[in-house]
């Protein structure tokens, strides 16, 4: 995701950044008070369900604001806030698929 | 990274690389020194412990600063910049990195490398206790070199007298560690987390470089 962050916000590349560190900051931090009571098996699973989601919410709220030719800034400011959503995700999965493999 | 203010990119980019090279070396150094506390291993069904090879620490591959953030760059710019797909083609193209990762899992690791902790395991880590079986007196066997004559041996980090530095540079304020007695399972996380900053010279290669080498001990 910060490969294309200046296609996911030419403006607000920080944003992306940060959109990208928080979320699995949260999960590093939480992880020695639940890791436990999930199986590797199901965090695996999970994390690939969240990298799937991630792509696909970026890809398509992505493709929408190529496609919108209207200048509601509004508009767009929603699409990327839902793109960097999708970031998100892929921060998520990141967390968890990195916490899970060093411990 | 305020040197390269007002010169060229080279310069801001040679910088921010010396800058990342100090941080990639401090992470993974400490990402294994955390691996070797934490390299408890035990059987899921019957709770014993197994025998197994100390865990590889894999930290060029650890986030985005490893190997995955270099392979993402580089998708991006030959999917996208190179073969022109658009960047939400090139995105739905990476699903299939999404389905790979679980399916390695699955086909490869699963029940075989990683041993599910349980919760005492956990929870006794968390209180600064490991199992008897965890022997660390020898913390430093890691870092230290095995075979004197092995040419990776011969690095300027090798070549110090470890546990001198270790007593030199522990940082104000901390207790004073007596290596010869580490002893990991009777340490409270405290005192591992002491240990662990105390280590710095070592793991913080590049900043050990630039301290006198007379403060150090380092031979030539």
């Not at chain 1, 398509?60 to 806030?81: H, M, N, P, V, W």
């Not at chain 2, 390299?39 to 995955?68: Q, V």
């Not at chain 2, 987390?193 to 007379?214: A, D, G, I």
Request: net charge negative; with cysteine; charged share 15%.
């Amino acid at each position: 995701m910060l490969a294309g962050a200046k296609e996911i916000s030419e403006g607000g590349t920080a944003l992306v950044f940060v959109a990208n560190v928080l979320p699995s900051l949260l999960i590093k931090l939480s992880a020695p008070y639940w890791f436990h009571h999930v199986s590797y098996g199901v965090r695996i699973l999970a994390g690939s369900c969240l990298f799937g989601a991630s792509f696909l919410t970026v890809a398509y709220f992505s493709s929408c604001l190529a496609q919108d030719d209207s200048s509601e800034e509004e508009l767009t400011k929603r699409f990327i806030g839902l793109e960097l959503v999708g970031v998100m995700f892929g921060s998520l999965a990141c967390g968890m698929g990195e916490v899970s493999h060093l411990i | 990274m305020w040197y390269g203010r007002g010169e060229s990119s080279y310069i801001k980019i040679s910088f921010a690389s010396r800058s990342i090279l100090d941080i990639s070396n401090f992470k993974s150094s400490l990402l294994a020194l955390g691996g070797k506390f934490a390299s408890i291993n035990l059987d899921a069904d019957s709770g014993s412990e197994i025998d197994r090879p100390t865990a590889k620490y894999l930290t060029g591959f650890s986030s985005g600063t490893g190997i995955a953030g270099v392979m993402g760059y580089a998708y991006v710019t030959v999917i996208h910049f190179w073969c022109g797909f658009s960047f939400a083609t090139t995105l739905l193209v990476a699903n299939a990195f999404a389905v790979a990762y679980s399916w390695i899992f699955f086909r490869y690791l699963d029940g075989k490398v990683f041993a599910p902790k349980s919760k005492e395991d956990l929870m006794s880590i968390h209180n600064g206790n490991c199992s008897s079986d965890l022997d660390n007196s020898n913390l430093f066997e890691m870092i230290q070199p095995k075979d004197e004559n092995h040419s990776d041996t011969k690095t300027l980090l090798f070549r110090a007298n470890l546990n001198d530095e270790i007593q030199c540079s522990r940082p104000r304020g901390f207790s004073k560690l007596d290596t010869e007695s580490i002893n990991l399972p009777n340490m409270t996380l405290l005192q591992k987390s002491r240990l662990v900053v105390s280590l710095w010279p070592v793991s913080h290669y590049l900043t050990f470089r630039h301290l006198p080498s007379s403060y150090l001990n380092i031979e030539n």
